[in-house]
């Protein structure tokens, strides 16, 4: 059974830090590229970052690009994302996800597994 265990949301004011995790079981780990989405009120849900089964490839969503940090631990199977100088418009419920595909994927429609998702809220 797979499963995709997201922690570490909560409410932060802006220009703050918040560290996701995201634990995985029941996949071969290191066989998976990792991403992060983030969905908000009234939206459609969107990409956040990515990272490779390896580590040695990442990808960002424009808004986030230097401010959030996406890195993997293969020895315990988990996915984080460190994000730095949050602004109220990252708020949104954020969601882990896992890709057996050949390349790194951007689009959503590429991840087969989903993690619940945890709150993020950032105030003004």
């Known amino acids: 059974q797979v499963q995709l265990v997201e922690s570490g949301g909560g409410s932060v004011q802006a220009g703050g830090s918040l560290r996701l995790s995201c634990a995985a079981s029941?996949?071969?780990?290191?066989?998976?590229?990792m991403a992060w989405f983030r969905q908000a009120p009234g939206k459609e849900r969107e990409f956040v970052a990515a990272?490779?089964?390896?580590?040695?490839?990442?990808k960002y969503e424009d808004s986030v690009k230097g401010r959030f940090t996406i890195s993997r631990d293969n020895t315990k199977n988990t996915v984080y994302l460190q994000m730095n100088s949050l602004k109220p418009e990252d708020t949104a419920v954020y969601y882990c996800?896992?890709?057996?595909?050949?390349?790194?994927?951007?689009?959503?429609?590429?991840?087969?597994?989903w993690g619940q998702g945890t709150q993020v809220t950032v105030s003004s």
């Open positions: 990272i490779s089964w390896s580590g040695s490839i990442t």
């Open positions: 996800a896992a890709d057996l595909g050949a390349r790194l994927s951007t689009d959503s429609r590429s991840y087969a597994y």
């Open positions: 029941g996949i071969t780990f290191t066989t998976y590229h």
